[in-house]
C-alpha cells in the first residue's frame, strides 16, 4: 500500500508531549570563549505506525542502521503516529503529541501533507522511509559537519519510578527548545488486525515518553520523566536534543543509559 497522507491541519508550534522544566544555555549567542568545534551527529526521526504496511521495512532500515553506527552520534528515534489506530488496529506505542509533532514537521518543512513512514534527519531534511540511499547520505553528511554547540546530560538516575536528569547546553543560541526523550530500544508485536494482521513486527529506538524543556540564561537545569511500565531499565535509554523553535533545525544532541 501507498503511504498515508493527512493533511496538515496545526499550524502552531508543538515540540512534543511534555511537562515544562528548565535548563539553560551557558551561552546564548557567541561561542564560549576556548570552545572548540565538536563533531557533528544525526538525529534521525522516524515516524511509523504497527497498522501501515509500508511501514515495516522502514522499521528494519532503523534496525540496520542502529546495529551499524554502535557507538557514533546518531540518534535513532521512532515515533509511533496515531492516525493509524482507527483503521482496525491500535499501536500501543502510538500517542497523539508524536503524530502532532509530525504536523509540527510539516509546518516547518513546508510540506502539504504528512504520510508514514517518514523520515526527519536533524530536523531539516524528510524522506519516505524506504529511501534508503538517501537517509544515509544525510545521516553521514550530519556527521561530518562540525558545531560549536554542546549539549550534556549528567546525574542520570532512576528514583522511585521516574528517571531524573540533568542537563548543560553551550552556545545554544536563541529560540532553543531542549528535548528529552525516554527511549525503548526494542519490542516485538503480535498484530491481529489492519494492514500487517498476521504479522510479528519487530521495532527499534521506541519513544516512549518524550518532555520539552525550555532554555534560560542560567546554564544548567533539571527534570524527570516517569517510566513506562513493563520496561526493563537495561532496555531503555535517554536521547537529548536541542532544536530551533522557528525552524525545527537541530543543533546538539547527546544520550545516556539508565
Request: charged share 15%; with cysteine.
Given at each position: 500500500?501507498?503511504?498515508?497522507?493527512?493533511?496538515?491541519?496545526?499550524?502552531?508550534?508543538?515540540?512534543?508531549?511534555?511537562?515544562?522544566?528548565?535548563?539553560?544555555?551557558?551561552?546564548?549567542?557567541?561561542?564560549?570563549?576556548g570552545s572548540d568545534p565538536v563533531?557533528?551527529?544525526?538525529?534521525?526521526?522516524?515516524?511509523?505506525?504497527?497498522?501501515?504496511?509500508?511501514?515495516?521495512?522502514?522499521?528494519?532500515?532503523?534496525?540496520?542502521?542502529?546495529?551499524?553506527?554502535?557507538?557514533?552520534?546518531?540518534?535513532?528515534?521512532?515515533?509511533?503516529?496515531?492516525?493509524?489506530?482507527?483503521?482496525g488496529w491500535n499501536d500501543i506505542?502510538?500517542?497523539?503529541?508524536?503524530?502532532?509533532?509530525?504536523?509540527?514537521?510539516?509546518?516547518?518543512?513546508?510540506?502539504?501533507?504528512?504520510?508514514?513512514?517518514?523520515?526527519?534527519?536533524?530536523?531539516?531534511?524528510?524522506?519516505?522511509?524506504?529511501?534508503?540511499?538517501?537517509?544515509?547520505?544525510?545521516?553521514?553528511?550530519?556527521?561530518?559537519?562540525?558545531?560549536?554547540?554542546?549539549?550534556?546530560?549528567?546525574?542520570?538516575?532512576?528514583?522511585?519510578?521516574?528517571?531524573?536528569?540533568?542537563?548543560?547546553?553551550?552556545?545554544?543560541?536563541?529560540?532553543?527548545?531542549?528535548?528529552?526523550?525516554?527511549?525503548?530500544?526494542?519490542?516485538?508485536?503480535?498484530?491481529?488486525?489492519?494492514?500487517?494482521?498476521?504479522?510479528?513486527?519487530?521495532?527499534?529506538?521506541?519513544?516512549?515518553?518524550?518532555?520539552?524543556?525550555?532554555?534560560?540564561?542560567?546554564?544548567?537545569?533539571?527534570?524527570?520523566?516517569?517510566?513506562?511500565?513493563?520496561?526493563?531499565?537495561?532496555?531503555?535509554?535517554?536521547?537529548?536534543?536541542?532544536?530551533?523553535?522557528?525552524?525545527?533545525?537541530?543543533?546538539?544532541?547527546?544520550?545516556?543509559?539508565?
Amino acid at each position: 500500500m501507498k503511504p498515508i497522507k493527512i493533511v496538515v491541519l496545526l499550524g502552531g508550534l508543538l515540540l512534543g508531549a511534555a511537562s515544562i522544566s528548565a535548563c539553560g544555555s551557558a551561552s546564548a549567542g557567541d561561542p564560549v570563549k576556548g570552545s572548540d568545534p565538536v563533531k557533528g551527529f544525526a538525529v534521525v526521526e522516524l515516524f511509523t505506525s504497527e497498522g501501515c504496511s509500508s511501514c515495516p521495512p522502514a522499521d528494519q532500515l532503523m534496525a540496520r542502521i542502529q546495529q551499524e553506527v554502535k557507538d557514533q552520534p546518531v540518534y535513532i528515534l521512532a515515533f509511533h503516529v496515531d492516525y493509524w489506530n482507527r483503521l482496525g488496529w491500535n499501536d500501543i506505542f502510538s500517542d497523539a503529541a508524536y503524530s502532532q509533532r509530525q504536523n509540527q514537521y510539516a509546518a516547518w518543512l513546508k510540506l502539504q501533507s504528512v504520510y508514514t513512514p517518514q523520515v526527519v534527519v536533524n530536523g531539516s531534511q524528510e524522506f519516505v522511509g524506504s529511501q534508503e540511499p538517501s537517509i544515509r547520505k544525510a545521516i553521514s553528511d550530519g556527521l561530518q559537519e562540525l558545531s560549536s554547540v554542546q549539549l550534556t546530560l549528567s546525574d542520570v538516575r532512576v528514583d522511585k519510578g521516574k528517571v531524573v536528569w540533568r542537563c548543560q547546553a553551550t552556545n545554544a543560541g536563541h529560540h532553543i527548545s531542549l528535548l528529552v526523550a525516554i527511549v525503548q530500544r526494542s519490542a516485538t508485536s503480535q498484530v491481529s488486525a489492519g494492514e500487517n494482521n498476521g504479522h510479528t513486527l519487530s521495532h527499534v529506538q521506541i519513544v516512549r515518553q518524550l518532555q520539552t524543556t525550555k532554555i534560560n540564561s542560567t546554564g544548567s537545569g533539571a527534570g524527570s520523566l516517569s517510566l513506562p511500565s513493563g520496561v526493563a531499565t537495561s532496555d531503555e535509554e535517554i536521547i537529548a536534543f536541542l532544536q530551533d523553535n522557528a525552524t525545527g533545525h537541530i543543533v546538539a544532541a547527546t544520550r545516556s543509559a539508565l
